[in-house]
């Protein structure tokens, strides 16, 4: 899973997770079960309209290229030298 992906996942459940916060006091009314429900329907829209962005930036280069301009790219991995103590 790349940076990009990871972090519009990572983006998708603090979203969920703010708007879930902010309906408490109207899930408050809702049995448990119902409350559960809801969440977890929520949950699944978000996780399949991040599945949907990003089948749809397989096929389409500048929707690729929009996750990675807002999200970033891998970290280019640079060696570096590193000290050793003398034997």
């Known amino acids: 899973m790349s940076h990009s992906t990871r972090a519009l996942r ?3 459940h603090e979203v969920l997770n703010h708007e879930l916060d902010r309906a408490r006091a109207q899930l408050a009314r809702l049995p448990s079960e119902g409350r ?3 969440e977890q329907a929520s ?4 996780a399949a309209l991040v599945d949907g962005i ?13 996750i990675v301009s807002i999200y970033g790219s ?8 590193v000290s050793c103590p003398a034997d």
Not at 43 to 46: D, G, I, K, P, Q
Not at 54 to 66: D, G
């Open 43 to 46: 949950a699944a829209v978000a």
């Open 74 to 81: 891998e970290p280019v991995w640079e060696p570096r030298a």
């Open 36 to 38: 559960l429900a809801v």
């Open 10 to 12: 990572r983006h998708s």
């Open 54 to 66: 990003l089948e749809e930036a397989r096929k389409e280069p500048s929707v690729a290229r929009a």
